[in-house]
């Protein structure tokens, strides 16, 4: 029942996003992604209360969260380890748009239909994590492992050229065309139907955040294994991506915009 309405909850989130937050057509205004990822930050500790409340009564449990402290405690570290390891989400994602040419105004639509994805890939992930710790404890050390890998290749710099690079192997899975068609997916070209590069973008980014899932997902559970707690932390943290990234977005256009005006002031 609690899982129940946990799922409910969660799509109710996204259809008050979907229809109230972002309608069609608008455009998100740097103060308007402030205010809209403050607004899920505080849906998020919102419900560290909710934890608390579901574990004080009874209602909730598990026999490695001995209190209600405790699992508010782990809920709000998992939540704040997931939001600040998704930053680095936030410039892929960035690359992705820029490397099929996404219109700003257009990116919302690939973002929310990218976090349904995310919430469907997290939930089957961190449900075979913590089954494989619960049957193997040595997986914990593959799993910290992984993390020690992940750490020391994003020490190695990556090659400007390799990080432009459009991906080619989705040419050769879908066709693509090669005119964006606004926020649709898909377009009918001489009678064919293809994919449009939002929806190119929509698959990289689905692949990236799954690829991310293997480097947040070990981290809460090394803090945790109560499946609620951490699947919960994750899905609050990746429900307010898309204001956040709109934010962070517009905050890096005005500053290039403000870089380039004061530079020609300079050669003035």
């Not at 998992?78 to 219109?103: P, Q, R, W």
């Not at 239909?113 to 619960?134: D, F, Q």
Request: aromatic residues 14%; negative net charge; charged residues 15%.
């Amino acid at each position: 029942m609690i899982w129940t309405s946990l799922i409910i909850l969660i799509f109710v989130l996204l259809a008050f996003d979907l229809l109230v937050l972002n309608k069609k057509g608008e455009h998100i205004t740097n103060k308007r992604a402030a205010v809209e990822t403050i607004f899920w930050v505080s849906v998020a500790f919102i419900f560290s209360g909710v934890v608390y409340w579901l574990y004080d009564a009874g209602h909730m449990s598990h026999p490695k969260t001995e209190s209600a402290v405790q699992a508010y405690y782990n809920y709000t570290t998992g939540y704040l380890i997931e939001l600040s390891l998704s930053v680095d989400n936030l410039f892929v994602i960035a690359m992705i748009f820029a490397s099929f040419k996404i219109h700003a105004d257009n990116q919302h639509r690939a973002l929310f239909w990218g976090i349904i994805g995310a919430i469907v890939l997290r939930g089957l992930t961190i449900g075979l994590g913590v089954k494989l710790i619960e049957s193997f404890e040595w997986m914990t050390y593959v799993f910290g492992g992984f993390l020690l890998f992940t750490a020391l290749k994003m020490l190695k710099p990556e090659k400007e050229e390799e990080s432009e690079k459009k991906p080619s192997w989705i040419s050769r899975i879908f066709k693509i065309s090669k005119q964006a068609d606004g926020d649709r997916f898909w377009v009918v070209e001489d009678g064919i139907r293809m994919a449009t590069p939002l929806f190119a973008a929509l698959v990289m980014i689905e692949l990236t955040d799954l690829l991310f899932a293997l480097d947040s997902i070990p981290a809460i559970i090394s803090i945790t294994e109560d499946p609620f707690i951490v699947f919960s932390s994750n899905i609050f943290a990746i429900l307010g991506l898309r204001s956040m990234y709109f934010f962070l977005a517009n905050m890096l256009k005005n500053s290039i915009i403000s870089s380039t005006v004061y530079l020609q002031f300079l050669c003035t």
